[in-house]
Antibody, heavy 117, light 109 residues
Framework: QVELVESGGGVVQPGKSLRLSCAASGFTFSSYGMVWVRQAPGKGLEWVAVIWYDGSDEYYGDSVKGRSTISRDNSKNTLYLQMNSLRVDDTGVYYC??????????WGQGALVTVSA | DIQMTQSPFSLSASVGDRVTITCRASQTISTYLNWYQQKPGRAPKLLIYAASSLQGGVPSRFSGSGSGTDFTLTISSLQPEDFATYYCQQSYTTPPTYTFGQGTKLEIK
């Protein structure tokens, strides 16, 4: 069965960097686009970034553009999100998800990122 | 940018009720509209994709309709496990932006 497991969350000071990982299993990782979606405490869902199945293209939401990089290692079945210049309003749960028919059909359990001095 | 607006913001209903949630796009998105369910402390779950296609394993009491700018999610007979927050999402734009609606919280009356 499809499984996505995020890791790398934690508490970080404003201005610092953090890298999230998402380990995928149960499907052919290299055949699917992947996304990161975040959710601030008590708020709704916000798409963060998408990467094509082969890593050939990537796009970002306005709130993280220029500060974050999505990448993938298809040999390791792993998705990454490098976040730099973190701000307090980057705090939230970060989910990775698989893209299928222009929707997000499988999600990880989420990784909590807390940006605080 | 395309904005997605859901209504109502919250809704109280009883087990067995028929419930409809509406999602409106600020410009046409054809049928590039998805619906998700999220329970507290859990990851979202895909219910409907492409406006009206039921995701595998999702009960048939869930249905979606609409095209262009106006869409609906209908639950034909509410079950206790359906009380959750529901989000619509557009996947129309190129390059992608995947905008979500603000969510509709469905609560027990």
């Amino acid at each position: 069965q499809v499984e996505l497991v995020e890791s790398g969350g934690g508490v970080v000071q404003p201005g610092k960097s953090l890298r999230l990982s998402c380990a995928a299993s149960g499907f052919t990782f290299s055949s699917y686009g992947m996304v990161w979606v975040r959710q601030a405490p008590g708020k709704g869902l916000e798409w963060v970034a998408v990467i094509w199945y082969d890593g050939s293209d990537e796009y970002y939401g306005d709130s993280v553009k220029g500060r974050s990089t999505i990448s993938r290692d298809n040999s390791k079945n792993t998705l990454y999100l490098q976040m730099n210049s973190l701000r307090v309003d980057d705090t939230g749960v970060y989910y990775c998800a698989r893209v299928h028919y222009n929707s997000f059909d499988h999600w990880g359990q989420g990784a909590l990122v807390t940006v605080s001095a | 940018d395309i904005q997605m607006t859901q209504s109502p913001f919250s809704l109280s209903a009883s087990v067995g009720d028929r419930v409809t949630i509406t999602c409106r796009a600020s410009q046409t998105i054809s049928t590039y509209l998805n619906w998700y369910q999220q329970k507290p402390g859990r990851a979202p779950k895909l219910l409907i994709y492409a406006a009206s296609s039921l995701q595998g394993g999702v009960p048939s009491r869930f249905s979606g309709s609409g095209s262009g700018t106006d869409f609906t999610l209908t639950i034909s007979s509410l079950q206790p496990e359906d009380f959750a927050t529901y989000y619509c999402q557009q996947s129309y734009t190129t390059p992608p932006t995947y905008t979500f609606g603000q969510g509709t919280k469905l609560e027990i009356k």
